[in-house]
């Protein structure tokens, strides 16, 4: 069966630090790689997505992803985080032309001013 | 303004008593889905629906039902809650069957069953 595991469940960083996420996938086929942010009590907002090209994508607010096919791996970056990153991040894999989408257990980022 | 409501946002009650959440999207999303969050565990997906009047499970549909009669609209069904499904649900939505596109999620509706 799919499963996507998130390595790190809670991770805290001061200012300025560089942030990096695991996210790892178990599924043979080809997939659509997905990292959605939950900001404390918002819902899920898509910070970036993976379906096919360049590998490293860019998304919002300074994130980034690399799809490492070998690995089976999606880890996302930050070079630099700040204070206003602090929450929820959720790595999401579905398989092309399912309407199944799996979610990581979640990584709760805490970023200290 | 583009969103996915939901209703209510906060439910309490009894084990056994029928209840439904709604879900509505006003964006002409052909897919619609159910997850609930706990933690720990991450979103899982309840049900899902590619079109009207076509469902289709996740990977915890044990306990729940849902239809979609109209495009819309995807409520969930409770029909006798019992306490663990205490939890946070979200509806989301999307064009396409959610392979290709985001999902647009609700605001969550957190559920007490006591």
């Known amino acids: 069966a799919q499963s996507v595991s998130q390595h790190n469940h809670h991770v805290i960083l001061s200012e300025a630090a560089s942030l990096e996420l695991g996210c790892n996938y178990s599924y043979g086929g080809t997939v659509n790689l997905f990292w959605y942010v939950q900001y404390p009590g918002q819902h899920l907002q898509l910070l970036l997505k993976y379906f096919s090209g360049d590998p490293l994508v860019k998304g919002i607010k300074g994130f980034e992803a690399e799809f490492i096919k070998s690995k089976f791996s999606f880890n996302l970056r930050k070079p630099s985080v700040q204070w206003s990153d602090t929450a929820e991040y959720f790595c999401?894999?579905?398989?092309?032309?399912?309407?199944?989408?799996?979610f990581g257990q979640g990584t709760t980022l805490q970023v200290k001013p | 303004e583009a969103q996915v409501t939901q209703n209510p946002r906060y439910l309490i009650t009894v084990t056994g008593k029928k209840l439904t959440v709604t879900c509505s999207q006003n964006?002409?999303?052909?897919?619609m889905s159910w997850y609930r969050q706990d933690p720990g565990l991450g979103l899982r997906q309840i049900y899902y629906s590619m079109n009207v009047e076509v469902t289709d499970k996740g990977d915890v549909p044990e306990g729940y039902k849902v239809s979609r009669k109209e495009k819309r609209n995807f409520p969930l069904i409770l029909e006798s809650p019992s306490p663990n499904q205490t939890s946070l649900y979200f509806c989301a939505s999307s064009t396409d069957r959610g392979s290709y596109n985001e999902q647009f999620f609700g605001p969550g509706t957190r559920l007490t069953v006591l």
């Open positions: 999401a894999v579905n398989t092309r032309n399912t309407g199944k989408l799996i």
């Open positions: 964006m002409n999303h052909e897919y």
